[in-house]
């Protein structure tokens, strides 16, 4: 069974920047797309930023130009460069893979467990 594991999290003043790692193991045989989410309490969880396995990227509007998504392939892991954090940007933040596991004909989502970036002065 694949696992996904999220860190990087933390606190950081507005203006700063955090960089958030993902990373999943286990009996994988292939990942697709790998995304960041993000939630806050009472609200949605929410897309961040998606990367292809190919490298094609997208993001939320609300982070376009301030954050970057990246993945290494041999690593089976993705990263999250978040620059010029807002306050509004705090909130706990999720890593998604789509994973075919070896001996499996199906695709199927695995959530991280999340992890925690608080942006305050």
């Known amino acids: 069974q694949a696992q996904v594991r999220e860190s990087g999290g933390g606190l950081v003043q507005p203006g700063g920047s955090l960089r958030l790692s993902c990373v999943a193991s286990?009996?994988?045989?292939?990942?697709?797309?790998m995304a960041w989410y993000r939630q806050v309490p009472g609200k949605e969880r929410e897309l961040v930023a998606s990367i292809s396995s190919l490298g094609n990227t997208d993001y939320a509007d609300s982070v376009k130009g301030r954050f970057t998504i990246s993945r290494d392939n041999a690593k089976n892991t993705v990263h999250l460069q978040m620059n010029s954090l807002k306050s509004e940007d705090t909130a706990v933040y999720y890593c998604n893979a789509e994973i075919l596991n070896q001996g499996s004909i199906t695709w199927y989502p695995y959530w991280g467990q999340g992890t925690q970036v608080t942006v305050s002065s």
């Open positions: 286990g009996a994988i045989f292939s990942i697709n797309v």
